[in-house]
T-cell receptor
Framework: TQLLEQSPQFLSIQEGENLTVYCNSSSVFSSLQWYRQEPGEGPVLLVTVVTGGEVKKLKRLTFQFGDARKDSSLHITAAQPGDTGLYLCAGASNTGNQFYFGTGTSLTVIP | DARVTQTPRHKVTEMGQEVTMRCQPILGHNTVFWYRQTMMQGLELLAYFRNRAPLDDSGMPKDRFSAEMPDATLATLKIQPSEPRDSAVYFC?????????????FGDGTRLSIL
């Protein structure tokens, strides 16, 4: 099992604040995905990063893949209540077929 | 939008009973994944299929769990006999493998409680 540790585990912030979520491993992944999951629903894919050092932006969300492809970060600018949810990173094996999910970060944005 | 459909959404049963969970992948997707989510372990991959053939089921307890794809529109996960430790939310996800990596589309899960 390739362990992916996410930090922080829980985060509660005020609307308008910025935040960063980290996803770290000692293993190298061929790619990494970020998902958001809301209560009672399945995870929804936000982004996939493939190249070491790659940065992708999705509106107020910025995703970065570490140079060594062992870690990733998600930065949210000016958080909104709609950003509330469980954020999960998932690293893909060399074949790209198996995904190892991180421990999750539960984000609450208070209006 | 096309969605992965899982049934039932909720299941409560007594230990020792057989449980069958069903998944209808998105039409045209050739890869199906089964995951289990618990507070303690998070999301764990149980098994996955490509073009209906099982590629890996090493995440499943072999003695009681089985996964099949009778046809391209149906994937099943069975537990027999069920145990209280099997209580979890079981997710199915599908995707189209045209290259790496596969974007996974998740269903809303089956919440299973074994008493």
């Amino acid at each position: 099992t390739q362990l992916l540790e996410q930090s922080p585990q829980f985060l509660s912030i005020q609307e308008g604040e910025n935040l960063t979520v980290y996803c770290n491993s000692s293993s190298v992944f061929s790619s990494l995905q970020w998902y958001r999951q809301e209560p009672g629903e399945g995870p929804v894919l936000l982004v996939t990063v493939v190249t070491g050092g790659e940065v992708k932006k999705l509106k107020r969300l910025t995703f970065q893949f570490g140079d060594a492809r062992k870690d990733s970060s998600l930065h949210i600018t000016a958080a909104q209540p709609g950003d509330t949810g469980l954020y999960l990173c998932a690293g893909a094996s060399n074949t790209g077929n198996q995904f190892y999910f991180g421990t999750g970060t539960s984000l609450t944005v208070i209006p | 939008d096309a969605r992965v459909t899982q049934t039932p959404r909720h299941k409560v049963t007594e230990m020792g009973q057989e449980v069958t969970m069903r998944c209808q992948p998105i039409l045209g997707h050739n890869t199906v994944f089964w995951y289990r989510q618990t507070m303690m372990q998070g999301l764990e991959l149980l098994a996955y299929f490509r073009n209906r053939a099982p590629l890996d089921d090493s995440g499943m307890p072999k003695d009681r769990f089985s996964a099949e794809m009778p046809d391209a529109t149906l994937a099943t996960l069975k537990i027999q006999p069920s145990e209280p430790r099997d209580s979890a939310v079981y997710f199915c996800a599908s995707g189209l493998a045209t290259g790496r990596p596969i974007p996974q589309h998740f269903g809303d899960g089956t919440r299973l409680s074994i008493l």
